[in-house]
């Protein structure tokens, strides 16, 4: 198991020189409105010198002196850069700064880390300020060392030229943070590719995930982050089981690193140091001692030389405490942050697929929304058009239904009408009492159904008292002295529901009609969207995997020359001491019996 996804990553033999074929990935790049050179295209003069075809240039920190800042009363720890003949000094914050910018650059790159901030606890503990702590800025100088050689031997960090501009001599650091393409990067790289490709803002915010403190910023945790304060990303529907077996790889892999052996290791070195404290001690009392036996030359000879063999071993113990703080420990401390990295750059691939998956859902759920909307459409027409049936029947028809029934009335019944009051029986909301009208319409078309202001009653036909087809009508007819005027309550009521009608939708055809057209828009957007988060998403998986594998290939190679390293320092060790004791072992031989 390993962090690629070959099966010879992993399990390849140390002794092996063979290596599987590597092959080149196109990184995947934040969007930027300023072009830069190709990966494997020198741009300038640092450039040209990084690649040197007779061998590569190696970085070296030579010196931190501690400078007075001008702009404030304090003073900061300058390391001087030397790169080929050239000089430049940085401060501690401007490599900070630069691997910040790189993560954001780079957000699928395994960026190096670099040296840990000390905390708020270590500065209490030290009696000096921490950067004036001579050990600690010997790591840091080590460390910020080999940051600066990997990023010059990386196949695509090497050719960056924000990281050629730091090694420049004579550029403001401040100045170039303010500057393209560093100034025109996004805040967020999860929406890089849709704020170069969207139109829609709203779409952009509605298909991205909630940022978090290690998503919104870069992809790569600061230096010292740990990984109980990664947030936990939440799941798939459709997960890649290679990544998933590379996230739980990573894990067991920090596990081992920051835990058992980072426990183990400390307590060893913890131990030396006692070791070669006592034998610093027991030397220099042995060497006292051998002058209170002046009198046997042999026996105070024997006595020093056994004296200076454990002084010898004191030395050599020191030695072997330095180098494996050196060899050992600071490139597994760089290992298990390398850890938090390879956390987080999953961790961002996996956002990347949450965001796919959501700008997925949304587009379902404009689909499901645009066949609802279309089929209100439809049944709104329907109803439209049966309505319209209707309400225009043919002429013919309503005579032969209208004529019938004024003919066929029994005269009887109008004189019961009369003798009970014919008004007093209809349907009207018309006053109680009517000024009869003597004249009468005997025109042959006359029409008892029809009611107007100039048609005049027949007080003969209740028919003709049929209330009006629209109630309001009555508002509009001539006055007449004597008629009750409507209901106030009525007048209150029909004004509400006019101004509620108005209110609530005054054309719901045309208002369903513009959301078809808005959801129509929505879909085509989300299309696009859901396109370049496909594209987006294969891009990073590829360049993710990619850098992996070449994370692997690294992780053997250091790994090989950890344990070479450890292997060496302990056979110096006891080389060291088998020369000193069996040189003591001689003289004591010496002695008389």
Same mark, same amino acid.
């Given at each position: 198991?390993?962090?690629?996804?070959?099966?010879?990553?992993?399990?390849?033999?140390?002794?092996?020189?063979?290596?599987?074929?590597?092959?080149?990935?196109?990184?995947?790049?934040?969007?930027?409105?300023?072009?830069?050179?190709?990966?494997?295209?020198?741009?300038?003069?640092?450039?040209?010198?990084?690649?040197?075809?007779?061998?590569?240039?190696?970085?070296?920190?030579?010196?931190?002196?501690?400078?007075?800042?001008?702009?404030?009363?304090?003073?900061?720890?300058?390391?001087?850069?030397?790169?080929?003949?050239?000089?430049?000094?940085?401060?501690?914050?401007?490599?900070?700064?630069?691997?910040?910018?790189?993560?954001?650059?780079?957000?699928?790159?395994?960026?190096?880390?670099?040296?840990?901030?000390?905390?708020?606890?270590?500065?209490?503990?030290?009696?000096?300020?921490?950067?004036?702590?001579?050990?600690?800025?010997?790591?840091?100088?080590?460390?910020? !060392? &080999? /940051?600066? @050689?990997? +990023?010059?031997?990386?196949?695509?960090? $090497?050719?960056?030229? =924000?990281?050629?501009?730091?090694? %420049?001599?004579?550029?403001?650091?401040?100045?170039?943070?303010?500057?393209?393409?560093?100034?025109?990067?996004?805040?967020?790289?999860?929406?890089?590719?849709?704020?170069?490709?969207?139109?829609?803002?709203?779409?952009?915010?509605?298909?991205?995930?909630?940022?978090?403190?290690?998503?919104?910023?870069?992809?790569?945790?600061?230096?010292?982050?740990?990984?109980?304060?990664?947030?936990?990303?939440?799941?798939?529907?459709?997960?890649?089981?290679?990544?998933?077996?590379?996230?739980?790889?990573? !894990? &067991? /892999?920090? @596990?081992? +690193?920051?835990?058992?052996?980072?426990? $183990?290791?400390?307590? =060893?070195?913890?131990?030396?140091? %006692?070791?070669?404290?006592?034998?610093?001690?027991?030397?220099?009392?042995?060497?006292?001692?051998?002058?209170?036996?002046?009198?046997?030359?042999?026996?105070?000879?024997?006595?020093?030389?056994?004296?200076?063999?454990?002084?010898?071993?004191?030395?050599?113990?020191?030695?072997?405490?330095?180098?494996?703080?050196?060899?050992?420990?600071?490139?597994?401390?760089?290992?298990?942050?390398?850890?938090?990295?390879?956390?987080?750059?999953?961790?961002?691939?996996?956002?990347?697929?949450?965001?796919?998956?959501?700008?997925?859902?949304? +587009?379902?759920?404009?689909?499901?929304?645009?066949?609802?909307?279309?089929?209100?459409?439809?049944?709104?027409?329907?109803?439209?058009?049966?309505?319209?049936?209707?309400?225009?029947?043919?002429?013919?028809?309503?005579?032969?239904?209208?004529?019938?029934?004024?003919?066929?009335?029994?005269?009887?019944?109008?004189?019961?009408?009369?003798?009970?009051?014919?008004?007093?029986?209809?349907?009207?909301?018309?006053?109680?009492?009517?000024?009869?009208?003597?004249?009468?319409?005997?025109?042959?078309?006359?029409?008892?159904?029809?009611?107007?202001?100039?048609?005049?009653?027949?007080?003969?036909?209740?028919?003709?008292?049929?209330?009006?087809?629209?109630?309001?009508?009555?508002?509009?007819?001539?006055?007449?002295?004597?008629?009750?005027?409507?209901?106030?309550?009525?007048?209150?009521?029909?004004?509400?529901?006019?101004?509620?009608?108005?209110?609530?939708?005054?054309?719901?055809?045309?208002?369903?009609?513009?959301?078809?057209?808005?959801?129509?828009?929505?879909?085509?957007?989300?299309?696009?969207?859901?396109?370049?988060?496909?594209?987006?998403?294969?891009?990073?998986?590829?360049?993710?995997?990619?850098?992996?594998?070449?994370?692997?290939?690294?992780?053997?190679?250091?790994?090989?020359?950890?344990?070479?390293?450890?292997?060496?320092?302990?056979?110096?060790?006891?080389?060291?001491?088998?020369?000193?004791?069996?040189?003591?072992?001689?003289?004591?031989?010496?002695?008389?019996?």
């Amino acid at each position: 198991m390993s962090f690629s996804d070959s099966d010879d990553g992993g399990h390849q033999d140390a002794a092996r020189p063979a290596t599987p074929p590597v092959t080149f990935v196109e990184p995947y790049t934040a969007f930027t409105t300023i072009p830069r050179a190709a990966p494997g295209t020198p741009c300038c003069g640092i450039s040209t010198l990084l690649h040197n075809p007779h061998g590569h240039t190696t970085l070296l920190v030579t010196s931190a002196i501690k400078v007075a800042d001008g702009l404030t009363a304090g003073a900061f720890v300058a390391y001087t850069i030397k790169v080929g003949d050239s000089e430049v000094k940085r401060r501690y914050s401007e490599f900070e700064a630069l691997r910040k910018v790189l993560c954001r650059i780079y957000p699928t790159l395994i960026v190096p880390p670099i040296p840990e901030k000390h905390s708020i606890s270590n500065y209490a503990n030290i009696q000096n300020k921490s950067k004036e702590d001579a050990v600690m800025v010997e790591k840091r100088k080590r460390m910020l !060392q &080999k /940051f600066l @050689n990997r +990023l010059a031997r990386h196949e695509i960090l $090497s050719y960056e030229h =924000v990281f050629h501009r730091f090694l %420049e001599t004579g550029v403001s650091w401040s100045e170039l943070m303010h500057c393209p393409p560093i100034s025109t990067l996004p805040k967020n790289p999860l929406n890089a590719t849709l704020t170069a490709s969207s139109s829609s803002a709203s779409l952009t915010r509605s298909a991205s995930v909630p940022n978090t403190p290690s998503s919104s910023s870069s992809p790569g945790p600061a230096p010292g982050a740990s990984a109980s304060n990664q947030q936990i990303a939440p799941p798939l529907r459709q997960p890649d089981p290679r990544f998933i077996d590379s996230e739980v790889f990573t !894990q &067991k /892999f920090s @596990n081992q +690193l920051s835990g058992s052996m980072d426990r $183990s290791q400390k307590k =060893v070195v913890r131990k030396l140091k %006692e070791i070669a404290d006592d034998n610093s001690d027991l030397g220099a009392t042995l060497n006292g001692f051998s002058l209170n036996e002046q009198g046997c030359v042999p026996l105070a000879s024997a006595i020093e030389k056994v004296g200076q063999a454990v002084d010898s071993s004191f030395y050599a113990t020191t030695l072997l405490m330095q180098a494996l703080e050196v060899n050992v420990n600071e490139p597994m401390q760089e290992y298990v942050q390398y850890a938090s990295i390879i956390k987080s750059i999953l961790k961002f691939r996996h956002q990347k697929h949450i965001q796919t998956e959501s700008t997925a859902d949304q +587009l379902e759920a404009k689909r499901l929304s645009l066949d609802n909307l279309e089929r209100m459409e439809t049944e709104a027409k329907r109803i439209e058009d049966a309505l319209k049936r209707e309400r225009t029947p043919t002429s013919g028809s309503t005579a032969s239904t209208n004529t019938p029934a004024r003919t066929e009335r029994p005269s009887g019944d109008e004189e019961a009408s009369d003798d009970f009051g014919g008004e007093e029986g209809t349907f009207t909301n018309e006053p109680e009492s009517m000024p009869a009208d003597d004249t009468n319409d005997t025109s042959e078309n006359f029409n008892p159904y029809a009611r107007s202001s100039t048609t005049t009653t027949d007080q003969s036909s209740p028919y003709a008292q049929l209330p009006p087809a629209n109630p309001y009508a009555h508002a509009h007819a001539p006055t007449t002295t004597g008629v009750k005027r409507r209901s106030t309550r009525l007048n209150v009521f029909s004004a509400l529901s006019h101004t509620i009608h108005g209110i609530i939708d005054v054309d719901p055809e045309a208002t369903r009609r513009n959301n078809i057209g808005k959801t129509r828009d929505a879909i085509v957007q989300l299309e696009e969207q859901l396109e370049t988060t496909n594209a987006d998403l294969d891009n990073i998986s590829r360049a993710v995997q990619g850098d992996l594998d070449r994370f692997q290939r690294q992780k053997i190679k250091d790994l090989r020359d950890i344990l070479l390293a450890y292997a060496k320092a302990h056979q110096k060790w006891c080389q060291k001491n088998l020369g000193s004791w069996q040189e003591a072992k001689d003289h004591v031989e010496e002695i008389p019996a």
